[in-house]
Every structure is written in C-alpha cells, then in structure tokens.
C-alpha cells in the first residue's frame, strides 16, 4: 500500500477520448484490486474528463516504486511475464463469453432492475480484473524503459550479424497471430472475393448508398449484415459508436479505389505470415541462444499480439454491456451517455430505490468531472466547480515552451519504415475522422481503433505516445504505412495545413 503523500502535486501524464464516467472510474479503482492481487506499491492515477476527453493524472513516484518492485520480480522469474499474458487472454475470453450469455442472448425487457444493477456491477468487476492485469505490462515499461524491447534490441546487438539487426528486429517483434482487426479485414477481403470482377457492382459500390445495395444486391447486403454483426465491435473502444454497415462499406470502397484484388491481397497475407514463422525459426537457429534468451525472445511476439488485444476484450465488453445501458435508459427516461455519466451507486438509487433521477447532476458530470483514488481504497468522484478547484490546487499543468514555436522537426522510434510528404491532419477522435483524405499525414496523440478509417487514408502517420506494442504501431506494420511513434510533441509542432515529410526509416518528421 502506498504511504500517504501530503501536499502532493499530481502530474498530467496522457490523454485519450471518448471515455466516459463509467470506465474512468473503473479505471482508477482496478489500481486497487492491482495492488492487492499482485502484492505491489499502488499506482496512484486519477482522469480528469471534459466532456469525455480525459487527462490521466498521476504521482509518478508511486509508478516508480510499482516498477522496481515489478522489474525485479521478472527478471528474478522472467516466466512471470508469460503468466500475466495468460491471466489477461484468460480473462478477457471469460468476461466475453459471460456478456454474451447473459446480455447479448437474454431479452433484457423480461429482467427486473434489481437484476440490471446486478449485471451492471458483475461486469465492473470482470473490467476492473482486466485492467488490473493488462496495466502491469504497461507499470513494467516505464518512462524511458521497456523491459523486452530493451532486452531484445541488447540481445540482437551482441548476437545478429550487424548489417541484418534491422531484418531481425523486424522479424522479432511481428506478433504470432492475426489482431481482431486484421480478422475483420480478411472476412471483408473473403466477401469482396466473389463480386469483385463484377465491374457493375465495384461501380455501384463506390458510388451508390447503402439503400441502393439493399435494393439491387440483396446477397452482397445480406453477407454484408452478417459481417457487421460480427465486427461491430471491434473498432469500439470505450463508448462506440459501433460500426454499421455503412461503415463497413467503406473498407470495400477503400481497397476497391486502391485497386486492390481480394484474392492476390489474402494469398500475400497468408504467404508473409507463413514467411515471418519461418523466418523466426531461421533466425533463432542462427542466434544460438540459451533456452532463457530464445523464451524471452519468443515473448516478444506475444506481448506484441497480448497488448492490444486485452484492449479488444475489453472493447468487446464495453460493446456487449452497451445493450444494458440501453435498458436502463428506457427504464429512467434519460439517454444511453447519461446512463454512463451515473456511479452505478446512484443509479441503483434510482432505478431499485425510487429515488429521482437528478438530470441536473447527469448533466453537470459529464461536463466534467475527476476520478481519484483516497486512501482509504476508494474513487472520490469530483464534479462541476469542485472539481475545478481541486485541479487548479493539486494538478501541476505541464509548462508551454516557446521553442516550440520555432521548431520544424521533431524525432520519434520508426515503427514501419518508409518515407512520405504530405498534408498534415491533426486526428486524435471519431470527429475528426471527416477532415482526412487519401494521402494525408495523420498525426495524433496516440491512435486508437475508432479512428482506423482515418488512418486507411493516411500516407504516413505520426504520434507524440506509443512504444513497439501501441495501437499506431501495430496499425502501420499490418498496412505497411510508414510511421513514427513516441515524438512526444508532433501534435504541438504541426497543425492542419502544414506541409510535413516523414522519414520514417530514421525516425524524423519536418516541415517543408
């Protein structure tokens, strides 16, 4: 347990969107089931929300001293590492497999609503496990450090062939299986397949809307319908919105304006997965290592594949509970966001105790509001001008340089190499998706699943957060987009209109 820390100055240290009450205060207290399952220092994070855009606060000295405690227990037992993978796919097949039987198939309507808080907190506790287990990846790469990318890159410095470092690398740090949203992109390829030489339907598809397609090719819609019922979810993240139809439309348009053929596109992807396994075993042979050092290097694919996809787990939750949402909201007469912006304390109040709903308070938290943890282990939820105060007391806001004004280039880690000029758009949510167009620059704080669409269109992409495992990376690798992470101030630097070349290959982005 974290000693108490009097006058302390919180530190903002990220940010990130479209999160609403409902997961911000789940957020902060999984740090506390955290600290108790793993027997660690807790890490003490608040968010700060304005209007669902969050800030992540937080006193780094309590990150420290987790991730001492974390990097010597691995490397004591570096298999603790592939433990804590295990326990979040485990956990995140668990509470899927829960929400699909007792949300997705269950009519709600026939359940009372002493059973709809029951199902509200049972998930909170499933997504509060998921967190606590998924963040210890996160506390165990701080700051500067990166416990398995540093080990590999030290690993291949001492033992590849010096001109081949950047081949193994590359090789080394492709995850072992398809994301969520590479399944998604082949199912689209698969049912592109038989209508592609059909001249007539690409034309309709790229010029006609979504009501004409149900009108004149009811097979492609039907299929089409079946595939958004089962990707809806994947680009959702915390509060959707889900993919429609005509969302996923637009995957079609894209790769048929890109003149990409669906079947040569799904033989080059089996044959560069087939190639990379090979390539592992070659390499692997070659280097010669201990049974430690081949595991470590082994791990590194899965923690590539397990990082984000404990985020898709969690995604598909925050999908699948969005139909209890909607319940309660008929029930209270408020709407699915006011739902989300309530403790679920309160809306027991109201829904089982027949206490008024206050719209009032609704309204005035989702303005904006702060989660913190107390020492007593629990979130203090702050709102309206109270909450204001407490951050103009306690938040240290992060100092604006003036060099920044005058500077033209900024560096960053390559994430996919690559070299490309282009218009800059700044894209860090859904609304900002419109301003994109084909062969734009996308740069963003730190990309997520829901802005995608954006980043299909982008000739190049650029993030100020992000390391090996971060959604950008993973993104760029899988569409070979040239890419650059961790610049820590693109988004400050550049702006919309700004004309910028990324080379990617050496990690730089400039004006010209």
């Not at 990097?71 to 592939?82: G, I, L, M, N, P």
């Not at 416990?147 to 470092?165: G, I, Q, R, S, V």
């Not at 969302?247 to 669906?262: A, C, G, H, Q, S």
């Not at 509970?321 to 809306?347: G, T």
Request: hydrophobic share 40%; proline share 3%; net charge positive.
């Amino acid at each position: 347990m974290t000693k108490k820390r009097r006058n302390k100055k919180w530190e903002i240290i990220g940010c990130d969107y479209n999160s609403p009450l409902l997961r911000n205060y789940i957020w902060v207290e999984s740090l506390f089931w955290q600290a108790k399952y793993y027997r660690i220092p807790r890490v003490v994070i608040g968010l700060i929300s304005r209007n669902n855009n969050i800030e992540y606060i937080t006193d780094l000295k309590t990150w420290n001293e987790a991730h001492e405690v974390l990097k010597k227990r691995v490397k004591r037992d570096y298999h603790f590492y592939s433990r804590v993978i295990q326990k979040t796919m485990d956990q995140g097949e668990t509470m899927n497999i829960w929400a699909t039987k007792n949300i997705q198939q269950v009519d709600l309507t026939k359940k009372n609503n002493e059973h709809l808080i029951k199902l509200m907190r049972i998930f909170f506790k499933y997504q509060c496990m998921q967190y606590a287990h998924g963040v210890i990846l996160a506390i165990l790469d701080f700051a500067d450090y990166s416990f398995l990318e540093d080990y590999l890159k030290k690993l291949l410095k001492n033992k590849a062939p010096k001109k081949k470092f950047d081949d193994y690398y590359a090789v080394f740090t492709k995850p072992n299986h398809n994301s969520f949203a590479m399944d998604q992109e082949i199912a689209i390829l698969r049912l592109m397949q038989p209508f592609f030489w059909d001249k007539k339907w690409a034309r309709n598809i790229i010029d006609k809307n979504i009501d004409y397609l149900y009108k004149n090719y009811s097979s492609f819609y039907n299929k089409l319908k079946r595939h958004t019922k089962r990707f809806a979810w994947v680009y959702y993240v915390y509060n959707g919105p889900a993919f429609t139809e005509r969302d996923f439309l637009e995957f079609f348009r894209d790769y048929l304006l890109k003149k990409i053929n669906p079947t040569k596109k799904l033989l080059e992807l089996k044959k560069e997965m087939a190639k990379t396994k090979l390539m592992k075993v070659k390499m692997l042979k070659k280097l010669k290592l201990t049974a430690k050092e081949k595991a470590m290097v082994e791990l590194v694919g899965r923690v590539i594949l397990a990082k984000p996809r404990r985020k898709d787990y969690q995604s598909k939750l925050y999908w699948q509970v969005n139909k209890l949402c909607q319940e309660i909201s008929r029930r209270l007469y408020i709407s699915v966001d006011q739902v989300k912006a309530i403790p679920v304390d309160k809306l027991e109040d109201w829904l089982v105790n027949g206490k008024k709903v206050n719209l009032r308070l609704v309204n005035e938290i989702n303005k904006f509001h702060i989660c913190i943890p107390t020492e007593t282990e629990d979130v203090t939820l702050l709102y309206s001008e109270r909450a204001r105060q407490w951050v103009k007391k306690n938040v240290k806001q992060p100092s604006k340089s003036k060099s920044l004004l005058h500077t033209t280039k900024v560096s960053g880690v390559t994430a996919f190499v690559g070299m490309k000029k282009g218009v800059v758009k700044i894209v860090n949510k859904v609304a900002d998706i419109d301003k994109m167009d084909e062969g734009n620059i996308l740069i963003s704080t730190a990309t997520t699943p829901s802005i995608v669409t954006a980043m299909k269109k982008a000739a190049a992409i650029v993030t100020d957060e992000g390391g090996l495992t971060c959604h950008a990376s993973i993104v760029s690798r899988e569409l070979k987009i040239p890419c650059v992470i961790g610049t820590k101030i693109a988004t400050q630097v550049f702006k919309d209109g700004d004309r910028v070349e990324v080379d990617a290959s050496n990690g730089v982005v400039r004006k010209i």
